[in-house]
């Protein structure tokens, strides 16, 4: 059986993405994905690549489905992650959700909303990644898919 990756549901919206959220900073959004074809999202997770200290206030993601992209206009929490204090490196936090339905032109939104406030500056940073499953639906049914001549 094949299965499809991320890649074929989604694109990266700007190259932030390629460098880890550093979860000391101050809240706000951090990037996102275009969504590329019918899809649903099944699974949150957060990789972690800077050990999040002991005693840090615990820091937040939130993940969003934008029906325009980069326009906060209309958003949906679809969930977020709190990452707990002493995550070491390489452990993933994740959290498994109702399944939410994407469709082609949607963005999902990686928004850092609680920052961790950490004495000794080794906070935590990591990357945001998520589970796709296929969402079957012809490209001719759907609103904003557009073929070209």
């Known amino acids: 059986m094949y299965n499809k990756s991320v890649s074929d549901y989604f694109i990266p919206k700007s190259t932030s993405r390629l460098t880890a959220e550093n979860l000391a900073a101050s ?3 951090y990037d996102g994905m275009l969504c590329t074809r019918a899809c649903r999202i099944s699974r949150l997770m957060f990789i972690v690549t800077t050990l999040v200290a002991a005693d840090t206030t615990a820091p937040k993601v939130e993940f969003n489905r934008r029906p325009t992209p980069g326009s906060a206009t ?9 990452i707990p204090d002493e995550t070491a490196v390489g452990e993933v936090v994740y959290k498994d959700i109702e ?10 939104s990686f928004e850092h909303v609680t920052q961790a406030a ?6 935590g940073a990591g990357y945001y990644a998520f ?5 079957p639906e012809e490209a001719a049914n ?8």
């Not at 209309?74 to 709190?82: C, F, P, Q, R």
């Not at 589970?131 to 969402?135: I, K, M, P, R």
């Not at 759907?142 to 001549?149: E, I, L, P, R």
């Open 131 to 135: 589970e796709v499953e296929d969402s």
């Open 74 to 82: 209309g958003e949906a929490k679809i969930g977020d992650l709190t």
């Open 118 to 123: 950490d004495a000794s500056s080794a906070a």
């Open 142 to 149: 759907q609103t904003d898919m557009v073929a070209s001549a």
């Open 99 to 108: 399944p939410v339905e994407f469709a082609p032109g949607e963005e999902l």
């Open 27 to 29: 809240a706000a959004v």
